[in-house]
């Protein structure tokens, strides 16, 4: 049971440049988020998805656009990378969406924009 | 700002001794949760507790809650060079349709073998 997985690990970009994050979930889970990481921020939610089909923006959506076409996938991805993209990038995943359900996540994508 | 902020931001002890974290938040919640994560990996839940409870335990875990004060504290009792990592509280605030989480900056925990 791998539970999250996401993909790549690392990634450098050019500012102006463009990428998927891949996150995958293995447990069926209908609630699926992204969160970056920033030293001294703690984690921030970008965009969720309540259910396969559905995105919704979270607290710092700007830059960033999300798709969940399949329930066990959900995509971030950035247009055009700015330096205030570098950020470490964590993929979670509930079984409800209430916030009684723990959040599962993955290992996270450290990207570095230049 | 945050809704959880932990307090000490870092704490360094030796193994076999007990360790004690505290988060304050500000606004009404639903439950708070404990998140452990070591370096270079993802957060890993460890203790949920409703906002009905004042205590729950997880193994050598204890988290308490007094709502009246809104805080929090998570106590590692005996503690291994394993421990070491950051913790995290995160608060749900409800009135939302999902899960959203609001995390504090976490503790970086170091335990001394």
């Known amino acids: 049971n791998a539970g999250v997985t996401q993909t790549p690990k690392f990634r450098v970009l050019k500012t102006g440049q463009s990428m998927t994050l891949l996150c995958a979930q293995d447990m069926n889970h209908e609630y699926m988020y992204w969160y970056r990481q920033d030293p001294g921020m703690g984690l921030r939610l970008i965009h969720y998805?309540?259910?396969?089909?559905?995105?919704a923006k979270g607290e710092v959506p700007d830059g960033y656009n999300v798709s969940r076409l399949k329930k066990q996938n959900f995509l971030l991805g950035l247009e055009s990378a700015a330096p205030s993209q570098t950020s470490v990038y964590f993929c979670a995943s509930s079984l409800r969406g209430e916030g009684n359900s723990p959040l599962h996540f993955g290992n996270g994508t450290r990207l570095t924009v230049t | 700002s945050q809704q959880g902020e932990e307090d000490p931001q870092a704490l360094s002890i030796q193994e076999g001794e007990n360790a004690t974290m505290n988060c304050s938040y500000k606004?009404?919640?639903?439950?708070l949760q404990w998140y452990r994560q070591n370096s270079g990996r993802g957060l890993v839940h460890l203790i949920l507790i409703r906002s009905n409870e004042r205590e729950k335990h997880s193994g050598r875990l204890r988290v308490t809650l007094d709502t009246s004060k809104k805080s929090s504290s998570l106590l590692i009792t005996a503690s291994r060079a394993a421990d070491t990592a950051s913790y995290f509280c995160?608060?749900?605030?409800?009135?939302?349709?999902?899960?959203?989480?609001?995390f504090g900056q976490g503790t970086i925990l170091t335990v001394h073998p």
């Open positions: 606004t009404s919640i639903n439950n």
């Open positions: 998805s309540v259910g396969e089909g559905t995105t």
């Open positions: 995160a608060t749900h605030a409800g009135g939302t349709s999902y899960g959203k989480l609001t």
